[in-house]
């Protein structure tokens, strides 16, 4: 199976017509960001929803942070 030309598998489950919504899940050791992909069964959307809400929860900001919006 490859990925898209963004490296997301996200495009699988649009053209099966599957929910699916992605979350930040934190930072890896060199302050990038990490987020995670969820897909569900159809009709699970307020699911994905809570579970997106639950795992992106606000994480520890890195060591380096440039606050670019203020």
């Known amino acids: 199976m490859s990925s898209g030309p963004d490296g ?4 699988l489950g649009n ?3 599957i929910p699916g919504i992605t979350a930040p899940a934190g930072y890896d050791a060199h302050g990038l960001p990490i987020g995670v992909q969820i897909q569900g069964p159809h009709w699970s ?3 994905l929803l809570r579970v997106a809400a639950a795992v992106g ?11 670019v919006l203020s």
């Open 8 to 11: 997301s598998y996200m495009f």
């Open 15 to 17: 053209l099966a017509g």
């Open 57 to 67: 929860q606000p994480q520890r900001r890195p060591a380096v942070y440039y606050d």
């Open 45 to 47: 959307e307020h699911t």
